[in-house]
């Protein structure tokens, strides 16, 4: 399976993304999905999960009520809303698909990954 990641760009402070991930190729796609992202000279960080079929959702420290992931399963696709983003969300954000249908927060619960998309927010 492949994943590619869009929707990234540049916003102001207190702006909205949506981002989004499309599976494609061969492979199951009922996998829990997540969103991580790394910012220069940092670590790769936890953002959000969904479990197979959506049922659950995870986000990491500080960003549920801004962040919220979802999935749709006809399409194969995995969205994250971003709104009233803060510089410290800029990132390189990497949607990834987890080795179960579970929904993870760690990075070694995941297979595949997407090459990433720039969110930078400008003060």
């Known amino acids: 399976v492949q994943l590619q990641a869009s929707g990234g760009g540049l916003v102001q402070v207190g702006g909205s993304l949506r981002l989004s991930c499309a599976l494609s190729g061969i492979g199951s796609v009922s996998h829990g999905m997540g969103w991580f992202r790394q910012a220069p000279g940092k670590e790769r960080e936890f953002v959000a999960s969904?479990?197979?079929?959506?049922?659950?959702?995870y986000y990491g420290d500080g960003l549920k009520g801004r962040f919220t992931v979802s999935r749709d399963n006809t399409k194969n696709t995995v969205d994250l809303q971003m709104n009233n983003l803060k510089p410290e969300d800029t990132a390189v954000y990497y949607c990834?698909?987890?080795?179960?249908?579970?929904?993870?927060?760690?990075?070694?619960?995941?297979?595949?990954w997407g090459q990433g998309t720039l969110v930078t927010v400008s003060s």
């Open positions: 969904i479990s197979w079929p959506g049922i659950r959702t």
């Open positions: 990834a698909q987890g080795i179960s249908q579970w929904a993870s927060a760690s990075v070694e619960q995941y297979v595949a």
